[in-house]
């Protein structure tokens, strides 16, 4: 079992064919036990569309006579229970006074087999089963009991065997899990100094739940948490050395994996250069993700100087109020990233936003972007 892409997320394997198999092969022969002296003729229901796999592998499983009927409903768009369950469709004989044996794919609220139970029984169906292929326990709270449960399994969104994510993945004879990790969000923020990237980052931090990764701060946290990365860091620093490329993408690549459960990371201050940004993208790509928007905040030349000069006197930062030191710094800017730039325009994914105006208008630009 491998990987799976199914519209713009990556599933990764969950529960073999093997496994299933043998859980039905289990919850077939509970109900041919329970059947073993019925009179009658039961209706297997198959609910639409997710059960239509597990329907066909219990009912060549089944050893008494039954029919086969099936209707459809749904309370699932994308990825996230709606918990609206529509129209039954597709019941066009009587079951009054017959017993039914509903079969789902899963439960979990509850929501749509209850519903479905209660419509059934006022249809004056005598007695109604209910059998699921996957129960999710920890959410499921009602009070219906279910008679006959395939598996158990946590609360993932998952597909195959005739579960779907937005219609794809049914046919899957495995079962497949979202894969939280590779459906992040992966942003870059650039700008020249002064353009405001840290106060906009930590204000898309705070709107879409993202993780701030500033290489300025990840190095001093390392230095001052002692960790390998850091003392090599801190050994090179103080020998007036700079800090090799190697040591900041470990430290990013320590961030990812420390931060498993996030919607996802903004980068600020990394990467630098076309060679960094090409580590970055391979070190994504690991974990089925990319970079999703380069987010560049652009300012005239003028209005960078005036903002370091202004910041370096409220700073008090004496080398930046002088001209040909801050002309430099522009300077170095344009010149470092124009290429990475380059990079990113050449892959499509960079967006570029007039960097003018107040914090808030700068913000609502970014916002419509994400």
Same mark, same amino acid.
């Not at 491998?2 to 599933?11: A, N, P, Q, S």
């Not at 059934?120 to 006959?148: F, H, N, Q, S, W």
């Not at 946290?221 to 050994?235: D, F, H, S």
């Not at 990467?271 to 940004?277: D, E, G």
């Given at each position: 079992?491998?990987?799976?892409?199914?519209?713009?997320?990556?599933?990764?394997?969950?529960?073999?064919?093997?496994?299933?198999?043998?859980?039905?092969?289990?919850?077939?022969?509970?109900?041919?036990?329970?059947?073993?002296?019925?009179?009658?003729?039961?209706?297997?229901?198959?609910?639409?569309?997710?059960?239509?796999?597990?329907?066909?592998?219990?009912?060549?499983?089944?050893?008494?006579?039954?029919?086969?009927?099936?209707?459809?409903?749904?309370?699932?768009?994308?990825?996230?229970?709606?918990?609206?369950?529509? #129209?039954?469709?597709?019941?066009?004989?009587?079951?009054?006074?017959?017993?039914?044996?509903?079969?789902?794919? =899963?439960?979990?609220?509850?929501?749509?087999?209850?519903?479905l139970y209660a419509l059934l029984r006022d249809a004056g169906a005598e007695e109604v089963k209910?059998?699921?292929?996957?129960?999710?326990?920890?959410?499921?709270?009602?009070?219906?009991?279910?008679?006959?449960?395939?598996?158990?399994?946590?609360n993932r969104f998952i597909v195959g065997f005739g579960l779907d994510y937005d219609q794809l993945?049914?046919?899957? #004879?495995?079962?497949? =899990?979202?894969?939280?990790?590779?459906?992040?969000?992966?942003?870059?923020?650039?700008? &020249?100094?002064?353009?405001?990237?840290?106060?906009?980052?930590?204000?898309?931090?705070?709107?879409?739940?993202?993780?701030?990764?500033?290489?300025?701060?990840?190095?001093?946290?390392?230095?001052?948490?002692?960790?390998?990365?850091?003392?090599?860091?801190?050994?090179?620093?103080?020998?007036?050395?700079?800090? &090799?490329?190697?040591?900041?993408?470990?430290?990013?690549?320590?961030?990812?994996?420390?931060?498993?459960?996030?919607?996802?990371?903004?980068?600020?201050?990394? &990467?630098?250069?076309?060679?960094?940004?090409?580590?970055?993208?391979?070190?994504?790509?690991?974990?089925?993700?990319?970079?999703?928007?380069?987010?560049?905040?652009?300012?005239?030349?003028?209005?960078?100087?005036?903002?370091?000069?202004?910041?370096?006197?409220?700073?008090?930062?004496?080398?930046?109020? #002088? &001209?040909?030191? =801050?002309?430099?710094?522009?300077d170095n800017y344009h010149a470092k990233t124009e290429p990475v730039i380059a990079y990113y325009?050449?892959?499509?994914?960079?967006?570029?936003?007039?960097?003018?105006?107040?914090?808030?208008?700068?913000?609502? #630009?970014?916002?419509?972007?994400?």
């Amino acid at each position: 079992m491998e990987r799976i892409f199914l519209k713009d997320k990556y599933f990764v394997p969950y529960i073999p064919y093997e496994r299933i198999e043998k859980a039905i092969d289990e919850v077939a022969e509970r109900i041919n036990h329970d059947f073993r002296h019925f009179n009658g003729v039961p209706i297997v229901l198959c609910v639409l569309n997710g059960s239509i796999l597990f329907t066909g592998e219990l009912m060549k499983r089944l050893n008494f006579p039954c029919e086969f009927s099936s209707v459809r409903l749904s309370s699932y768009e994308g990825t996230l229970s709606t918990g609206i369950t529509r #129209k039954v469709l597709g019941l066009t004989s009587s079951i009054k006074g017959r017993t039914i044996i509903v079969v789902e794919d =899963i439960v979990d609220t509850g929501k749509t087999i209850t519903d479905l139970y209660a419509l059934l029984r006022d249809a004056g169906a005598e007695e109604v089963k209910i059998c699921t292929m996957l129960l999710k326990p920890d959410v499921y709270k009602k009070d219906l009991k279910l008679d006959y449960v395939a598996m158990e399994i946590e609360n993932r969104f998952i597909v195959g065997f005739g579960l779907d994510y937005d219609q794809l993945g049914r046919n899957s #004879k495995d079962i497949y =899990i979202l894969d939280k990790q590779a459906s992040m969000k992966h942003y870059l923020i650039f700008g &020249p100094p002064g353009a405001g990237k840290g106060t906009q980052a930590a204000l898309l931090v705070e709107r879409f739940g993202l993780r701030h990764v500033s290489t300025g701060d990840l190095l001093r946290r390392e230095i001052a948490a002692g960790t390998p990365l850091g003392l090599q860091a801190k050994t090179l620093i103080d020998k007036g050395e700079l800090v &090799p490329d190697s040591v900041v993408e470990g430290m990013i690549a320590s961030e990812l994996e420390a931060n498993p459960d996030v919607k996802g990371f903004i980068f600020d201050g990394f &990467p630098r250069t076309t060679a960094q940004a090409e580590h970055l993208d391979a070190l994504l790509a690991e974990r089925g993700a990319r970079i999703d928007a380069v987010l560049s905040l652009a300012i005239p030349d003028e209005t960078v100087y005036e903002r370091i000069r202004h910041r370096a006197e409220v700073e008090n930062r004496v080398d930046d109020t #002088k &001209p040909e030191i =801050i002309r430099n710094r522009i300077d170095n800017y344009h010149a470092k990233t124009e290429p990475v730039i380059a990079y990113y325009k050449g892959k499509g994914v960079y967006k570029e936003v007039d960097g003018l105006g107040t914090i808030d208008e700068v913000f609502n #630009k970014l916002c419509a972007l994400m």
